[in-house]
């Protein structure tokens, strides 16, 4: 329990960001509380196979430049970056590697000594640090985790398992005075005087995602009923190769560090494409490379990873040495990475836009602060580079630690310092009015989106889904399903508003009835949910008793 004078903090989430921010505010003194609706860990951030893109010493002296990743980062996202924040973030990388070592995280090494630095796609120079080859996010979160609960045995922090957190409560002037939580179907409220949602992506929107069960846009439907600006929602990434579910539904996706490595994509006759698609191949941008793949998905023409020449040309058992964790998931289901083509389809992967905030993670509601996938930091643009999301993630996490450990009560993000934002009020639901609504299941939200707001986007079905949308009310069949179908279906919501918004094709959002000219770089759609339909304006005295710290122990940690 944090001690008298001292702040509240509440971290929702539990990949990278939350246990980043949870060391971050354990180190400084205070005593936060960390939730997480699942075991400690679950999250997007343990699956990320890529890596973590950081300018080092040893990469400077390669002739790499914090520069030259900022740039990279702002050619990926089309000219939609926030200058700033990309900066602040590419220059933090080097700091936050050192923090990470501190916490016994293991990158790997050379022979000599040195990171063995990867190369991924839409990068200028080798400045990917990996773990275990292919399993950097797990060896990430393994390492926090670790940290943590070391924190909370000391009577550190608080971890609270399994507590899904259900609304925000907001005091009389708008800010945030505490979280209702679902732990063991009984609701609880802990008071908070700061509040970060580190709650990840919304990947369970989409019939086929990289992303796992629980990210069902949690810190978007949050911080939405609490009436904070939602910004860039258009833009959603497809990963380009998630091995094809209709015939390996357990094999995942494979890293487009094998890519990197000099694999290739290929048609059933064996014929590459990318190179008539871009410069760079299958190594240009993301959303240039799921495109290309649809696009021989469309004429008919099934697409195949083909990694079967990194062995001759790296040395026998290359591949298997660099991508263990994709060996031996592929080997399960039957393939072998060698020796096989792979067949590969795009599937969401990753969410730019979100929750809007300041470089110092502040959201436009006061006392509330937001990092990782659910967060919209900028940096990103129209179209994430490979690699750079676990680093925005806990360099965001860091900062907005120390935001709110210094904020004076009241402080927000600033609307007018946000890059080129516009604000929007959401067209009000049909539901929300109390007019006729049709029973919207998941399997339906999730098929209907995948077909509107997919890879490829028009503006009659964009209207379509939307009023869909609108005239439709999630219903499923527990507690905890409906909360993350409502999410989903705000998610939803949000991001056909900005595709209808945005008439034009930038980075991840593609637009077939494009015109040019309207792709307008510059301006940056923000959305508002209309009061009818904010849930969490309640005073804290009006809901139910307050749930301690203190008892039980600080150091409980439910399994």
């Known amino acids: 329990m944090s001690a008298a004078g001292e702040k509240q903090l509440v971290i929702i989430g539990s990949g990278v960001a939350g246990l980043t921010a949870a060391l971050q505010a354990a180190a400084a003194g205070t005593h936060p509380v960390l939730l997480t609706k699942d075991r400690l860990g679950d999250s997007n951030s343990e699956l990320a196979q890529g890596g973590l893109s950081a300018v080092t010493a040893q990469s400077i002296a390669a002739g790499d430049s914090v520069a030259a990743h900022a740039a990279d980062t702002l050619a990926a996202g089309a000219g939609h970056c926030g200058q700033a924040a990309v900066d602040f973030m590419c220059a933090s990388a080097a700091e936050l590697v050192d923090a990470l070592e501190g916490h016994a ?16 796609a839409a990068h200028s120079a080798h400045r990917i640090l990996h773990i275990a080859g292919d399993a950097t996010g797990a060896g990430l979160v393994a390492a926090l985790s670790a940290a943590v609960l070391r924190a909370r045995d000391a009577g550190e922090l608080t971890v609270r398992e399994h507590a899904l957190a259900t609304s925000l409560v907001l005091d009389e002037r708008g800010a945030v005075a505490g979280v209702e939580v679902l732990q063991h179907g009984t609701s609880h409220r802990i008071e908070a005087d700061a509040v970060l949602l580190a709650t990840g992506g919304l990947g369970r929107l989409y019939s086929a995602t990289t992303n796992p069960a629980g990210a069902t846009a949690d810190g978007i439907g949050l911080a939405a009923r609490a009436g904070a600006v939602i910004a ?130 502040r959201t436009t509601v006061p006392g509330l602060y937001a990092a990782g996938e659910c967060a919209n930091t900028t940096v990103h643009g129209a179209n994430r580079l490979a690699s750079n999301s676990l680093l925005e993630a806990m360099v965001f996490a860091r900062t907005a630690v120390q935001a709110m450990l210094s904020d004076d009560p009241g402080a927000c993000a600033d609307l007018d310092g946000l890059d080129g934002m516009t604000v929007a009020q959401l067209p009000t639901a049909l539901s929300a009015l109390g007019a006729a609504e049709a029973p919207l299941d998941l399997d339906t939200l999730q098929r209907e989106a995948s077909e509107a707001i997919g890879v490829y986007r028009t503006g009659e079905q964009l209207q379509r889904f939307a009023e869909l949308l609108s005239a439709s009310a999630p219903v499923a069949e527990s507690p905890r399903g409906q909360l993350e179908l409502e999410n989903l279906w705000l998610a939803a919501r949000f991001t056909a508003a900005g595709a209808l918004a945005r008439g034009g094709s930038l980075g991840a959002h593609h637009r077939l009835d494009s015109a040019p000219g309207q792709s307008q770089p510059a301006i940056r759609y923000g959305w508002q949910l209309s009061s009818a339909e904010r849930t969490a304006e309640q005073t804290a005295e009006q809901l139910s008793p307050p749930l301690t710290t203190s008892s039980p122990s600080s150091k409980e940690h439910t399994a």
Request: aromatic share 6%.
């Open 105 to 120: 995280v293991a990158f790997d090494r050379t022979a000599e000594g040195g990171y063995q630095l990867g190369l991924e």
């Open 232 to 361: 860039d929602a258009e833009f959603v990434q497809f990963h380009p190769t998630l091995v094809d579910p209709a015939a390996y539904p357990e094999a995942g996706m494979i890293s487009e560090a094998v890519r990197g490595e000099g694999a290739v994509l290929v048609t059933g006759t064996g014929e590459r494409f990318m190179p008539a698609e871009h410069p760079d191949a299958e190594l240009a941008p993301r959303d240039v490379v799921a495109r290309g793949i649809h696009r021989q998905l469309l004429a008919g023409r099934r697409v195949y990873l083909d990694a079967r020449g990194l062995d001759a040309q790296r040395g026998a058992g290359f591949t298997a040495r660099r991508f263990p964790s994709i060996t031996a998931r592929l080997a399960a289901c039957g393939l072998d990475l060698a020796a096989d083509l792979v067949p590969v389809v795009p599937a969401q992967h990753y969410a730019m836009g979100g929750i809007a905030t300041d470089t110092s993670a």
